[in-house]
């Protein structure tokens, strides 16, 4: 297959489609030129303006619901619209019909369409109360024009598909990036458009100790254009072993602002925010759901629930980073391995790989005085070396540079990578989904957005 367009992220209006929502769509619509279907989408604000969530596909059916249209070409059958646009009124959700065309890399609306959509919208948003509009698509591009409750008309910036290669469709492919003499030598294996495309990203790091530290002093090094940095903690003397950059003088120092430091020596241009705060609470949740990519570097079940809410409800694409080192009061050593998990929406989560421990949670979600208290076991700190972090951070970053500018081999790739240094063992995990997960699915939380409660 050819390869895609790299497209830099967009400003305005975008709709986010999780992967296996994709792959129904795009089965259903490209397969043949007469089919369509209709997303049902929730709303949230974006790192670059309004993000429609697509949370649930209704297939039309062939010759029932996709019929002959009354002015050419096919159309949606009037009792399929009604009933879907009830739905998007009760949910308070957006209703988007989507229809395929041919091409490869540029799409856009015929006359046909636009007649269509200005003979039907004002009335189905009227009906609805909520964002109405089409999408059209074809596997490379993607246009969409919305009609919104206040009676403008937008079209739609980008489509975006967080799966193994982080696909961004506009109805043409992006003009070429401007060259960055900086980043000159990465650029020649990223492109000017994939350097491009991460200057405009906005990207979280939660927990910002050992493996937090390296993934900072990587991502801006690389020159992502905004970090938003997240953690409560202060800088100990048994930390700087393995905190990147950091020295005697940090000791006592917020996390935040030792990771803020070292990443302005990294990028000067890189934008920052800094939120010395748990993650679960409200400061730190409202930037996390506004970011293009979230890294979870921090131990700890709350972090964990927290992050794999934002990334089902929002649509956020997230990489967990973690190191297991097993010892024995005895001292003997397991099977020491490091876990780098994609965590992507509507793939299956945290909880449906059982990642996340209700006991542990309950015990994490206490305050910290109470924290100790609540552990029936006292806590003895867990062995922690720079090596074995750095294993784990450099295979995060690599997946989500290769992601976002389109180098995997794979799109359906979706699997975490855990290295067994022991052995010299790497293994990819797949992800499991519970198909009734309160979460992940259609019939939990994905893609709800600010329409379901935060903190979740
Ligand atoms: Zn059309
Ligand atoms: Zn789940």
């Known amino acids: 297959m050819a390869r895609r367009p790299v497209n830099p992220p967009a400003t305005g209006w975008s709709l ?23 997303l049902l989408a929730g709303l949230a604000d974006g790192p670059r303006g309004p993000r429609l969530l697509a949370r649930e596909l209704i297939l039309a059916d062939e010759g029932r619901d996709y019929i ?60 609805s109360g909520q964002v109405v509009g089409a999408l059209v698509i074809t ?17 739609l910036a980008e489509t975006i598909i967080p799966t193994g290669n982080l696909l961004r469709l506009r109805s043409q492919p992006a003009e070429e990036g401007r060259p960055d003499s900086l980043h000159d030598r990465q650029a020649r294996l990223l492109g000017d458009l994939g350097q491009e495309t991460l200057r405009r990203l906005r990207v979280a790091v ?18 992502v254009g905004e970090l938003v940095l997240i953690d409560d903690e202060t ?47 409200p400061e730190s949740l409202e930037e996390l759901v506004r970011c293009d990519w979230i890294f979870l570097a921090a131990d ?44 992507l929406p509507g793939s299956g989560c945290l909880w449906c790989s059982r990642l996340i421990d209700p006991t542990r949670l309950a015990v994490d979600m206490h305050p910290a005085g109470e924290r100790d208290a609540a552990q029936y076991v006292p806590g003895v700190p867990a062995p922690s070396v720079i090596t074995l972090n750095t294993l784990a951070a450099g295979e995060a970053v690599n997946h989500f540079v290769f992601a976002v500018v389109g180098l995997h081999d794979e799109e359906n790739d979706h699997a975490s990578v855990i290295h067994r240094p022991r052995t010299r063992q790497r293994d990819l995990q797949e992800p499991r989904q519970d198909p009734t997960c309160r979460w992940c699915t259609s019939t939990g939380r994905l893609g709800l957005g600010r329409k379901g409660s935060t903190p979740f």
């Open 235 to 281: 800088v100990e003397e048994t930390n700087l072993p393995r905190l990147v950059a950091s020295g005697r003088e940090d000791i006592g120092r917020l996390k935040t602002e030792v990771a803020a430091r070292n990443a302005r020596r990294a990028n000067p241009d890189v934008r920052l925010i800094e939120i010395a705060r748990r993650v679960e609470r």
């Open 206 to 223: 939660v927990g910002l100790g050992g493996v937090g530290s390296i993934l900072v002093e990587e991502l801006a090094r690389l020159g």
């Open 139 to 155: 596997d490379h591009a993607a246009a969409g024009d919305l009609w919104l409750p206040d009676g403008r008309r937008e079209e």
């Open 68 to 127: 002959p249209g009354e002015f050419g070409h096919r159309a949606l059958a009037p009792t399929f619209v009604r009933d879907a646009v009830i739905r998007a009124r009760d949910e308070g959700l957006a209703y988007i019909a989507a229809h395929a065309h041919l091409g490869l890399d540029h799409v856009g609306f015929s006359e046909i369409d636009l007649a269509s959509h200005e003979r039907g919208y004002p009335s189905l948003s009227q009906i």
């Open 300 to 343: 700890g079940d709350a972090a964990r629930h927290w992050v794999n809410g934002t990334v089902q409800q929002y649509l956020v694409p997230a990489t967990q980073v973690g190191v297991k080192v097993p010892l024995t009061p005895q001292g003997d050593v397991g099977q020491i391995h490091t876990a780098t998990r994609l965590v």
């Open 16 to 38: 986010t489609i999780p992967p296996k929502i994709w792959d129904r769509l795009s089965d259903h619509v490209l397969g043949s030129a007469a089919r369509g279907a209709v």
